[in-house]
């Protein structure tokens, strides 16, 4: 006797998924499972633990054997599903933006932190300027929270822009129209003598020579180039950045920048040899890792 074919439940294929995906040494097999899933089945995670029982179509097993395959080759399951969280808020993503990493959260706080203990709170009338903006998740996540902040968001790709767009929109409510977006070459559209509270970015700051097989796998071929390399060491675009920096500062103005640990000793050495600028202090990030410089205008 034949044995009856199995029965493909969501339980079912969220076991088999999760131990295929810890074949292909993902991180966290059984939540990308979930989350590709629900992205099928058009329902959130939570649901699925409602409907274990329940046999997604045909259609709906298509979508997801369909994810599952990318996901084993290296593509970021934010890219799967077009979206993904940042500061508890969701922001639409695609392979022209990079991909928000919790890291970048210490940057918001750090500004919210600036803003509380400078300007008189939450509440204050601040401008903003985001240099290499990418999907927006700063600008907006920033007018989401600082009610009456004015911020401009720049970076030099069309494509990123258009994608941050979308976010200025999906929060148009919150934001009203606080929140400008400009193509840029860092500075370079810039009116002669615009000037701003803070100055945030989270430039390219991954140098080529730091290439090893989890970054060639996971991020080198998916995420784009331009948003994650800064030259052969890292900082490339950061050093042409910083001179300009204090003269986009108002007076006491602040600059927030993320940057990769391995960078950072070079460049605090170089904000504290950048006239009108002076090193304030770094925060870190959960790992204990040096994340966020930040400087004052002086």
């Avoid at 040494?25 to 979930?34: G, H, N």
């Avoid at 030259?231 to 920096?245: A, D, F, H, K, S």
């Avoid at 204090?246 to 990769?260: A, I, Q, V, Y």
Wanted: aromatic letters at 8%; charged letters at 25%; proline letters at 6%.
């Amino acid at each position: 006797m034949s044995s009856a074919p199995e029965i493909w439940t969501v339980l079912r294929l969220l076991q088999w998924t999760t131990d295929y995906l810890k074949k292909q040494e993902i991180a966290s097999p059984r939540l990308e499972a979930e989350i590709l899933l629900a992205e099928a089945m058009k329902c959130s995670r939570v649901e699925l633990y409602t409907r274990f029982d329940y046999e997604p179509t045909a259609d709906e097993r298509a979508v997801f054997k369909g994810h599952i395959q990318k996901r084993a080759q290296g593509m970021p399951v934010a890219y799967l599903v077009g979206h993904k969280e940042f500061y508890s808020l969701d922001f639409l993503v695609d392979p022209n933006v990079l991909i928000p990493r919790p890291e970048t959260e210490f940057l918001i706080l750090g500004l919210f932190d600036l803003v509380k203990e400078h300007y008189g709170g939450m509440a204050a009338s601040v401008s903003i300027l985001d240099v290499g903006t990418g999907s927006g998740i700063l600008p907006v996540t920033a007018g989401f929270h600082l009610k009456n902040a004015e911020i401009l968001a720049v970076d030099i790709s069309a494509e990123a822009l258009s994608t941050a767009q979308k976010n200025v929109e999906k929060y148009a409510k919150q934001l009203g129209n606080r929140v400008t977006l400009q193509q840029s070459d860092l500075f370079s559209t810039l009116p002669e003598g615009k000037t701003f509270d803070f100055i945030l970015s989270n430039p390219p700051y991954v140098g080529r020579k730091e290439i090893n097989a989890e970054l060639e796998k996971n991020v080198y071929r998916y995420e784009p180039h331009t948003a994650l390399f800064g030259g052969e060491n890292g900082t490339e675009l950061i050093e042409r950045m910083l001179p300009e920096i204090p003269r986009r500062l108002n007076p006491n103005g602040w600059f927030l920048m993320e940057l990769s640990p391995m960078i950072h000793d070079g460049i605090v050495d170089s904000m504290q040899k950048t006239p009108g600028l002076k090193y304030v202090k770094t925060l870190k990030d959960l790992d204990q890792q040096q994340r966020i410089v930040v400087g004052i205008k002086n």
